[in-house]
């Protein structure tokens, strides 16, 4: 992977205790950036997290358990954030999200609710709290999903979920753009992550030989490569833009 330079940048990254959050989290503090991570409530996961970062580095970052969800517990995580660091944020990538599968007529209110509250409502609340006080220069990014892109019958609370993330990104590249700070979504295709069981991803995997143009699923750490793209310097001249990380998959 390309080296990217983010020392002295403060950087959020939700749910970034494994798969493609995890990828992203490490590769921003092995590149020099204070990282907090944040983790919705496998304890066990965030332990794995913390000792693999500490090899790294043992001051730059912090693993915090957080419902992104929730506005006030948000803004507490900001103010932890601002006290540990004492600089301002000036990297966020909106990783947090769920995904369950099933029939489209088992899928209830809650499950809805809760897939919304997760996958857009969070990206919501924490842009809106952390926009206008970045560093000059800031980037969001948000993870997306080729879902949001091309629907899914299996997920469509999911789909919804991420089309709206997309949508989001692109007001809120208009917005950003006033305070110096740019926004832009990676939208991942069939990538290996602990978000698929065992089954699913047997199945990924032969459908991915015969459907995707370059013949089998992403890491999480090619979409890592995407998002520190975004998140430097070398992506000053880009906002608003949707970056498909998928093997050809979805080429819209």
């Not at 490490?26 to 590149?31: G, I, P, T």
């Not at 990297?91 to 997760?118: C, K, P, Y």
């Not at 789909?159 to 006033?178: D, E, F, M, Q, V």
Request: net charge positive; proline share 3%; charged share 20%.
């Amino acid at each position: 992977m390309i080296q990217f330079d983010f020392r002295e940048k403060v950087a959020i990254v939700t749910g970034g205790t494994k798969g493609i959050g995890f990828a992203i989290a490490h590769a921003l503090v092995k590149a020099g950036a204070m990282v907090a991570i944040t983790y919705r409530s496998d304890d066990e996961a965030a332990a794995r997290a913390s000792s693999i970062l500490a090899k790294a580095s043992d001051t730059g970052f912090v693993v915090v358990r957080a419902d992104m969800g929730d506005r006030k517990a948000t803004q507490g995580l900001l103010g932890m954030i601002k006290d540990r660091w004492r600089t301002p944020i000036s990297r966020v990538v909106n990783n947090a999200g769920i995904l369950h599968q099933g029939d489209f007529f088992d899928l209830t209110d809650r499950r809805w609710e809760s897939t919304m509250r997760n996958n857009l409502m969070g990206p919501f609340i924490l842009c809106q709290e952390t926009l206008r006080d970045m560093a000059s220069k800031g980037s969001i990014v948000n993870i997306a999903s080729i879902g949001g892109q091309v629907g899914g019958d299996r997920a469509p609370d999911y789909a919804a979920s991420k089309a709206g993330l997309i949508s989001l990104t692109r007001s809120l590249a208009r917005i950003g753009s006033a305070y110096g700070v740019r926004v832009n979504a990676v939208s991942p295709g069939w990538i290996e992550t602990p978000i698929f069981s065992t089954a699913q991803l047997d199945r990924l995997r032969k459908a991915a030989a015969a459907e995707v143009p370059l013949g089998r699923m992403g890491t999480p750490e090619e979409v890592t490569g995407a998002v520190l793209f975004l998140l430097s310097d070398a992506a000053s001249y880009i906002t608003g833009h949707c970056l498909n990380v998928n093997g050809g998959l979805y080429m819209g």
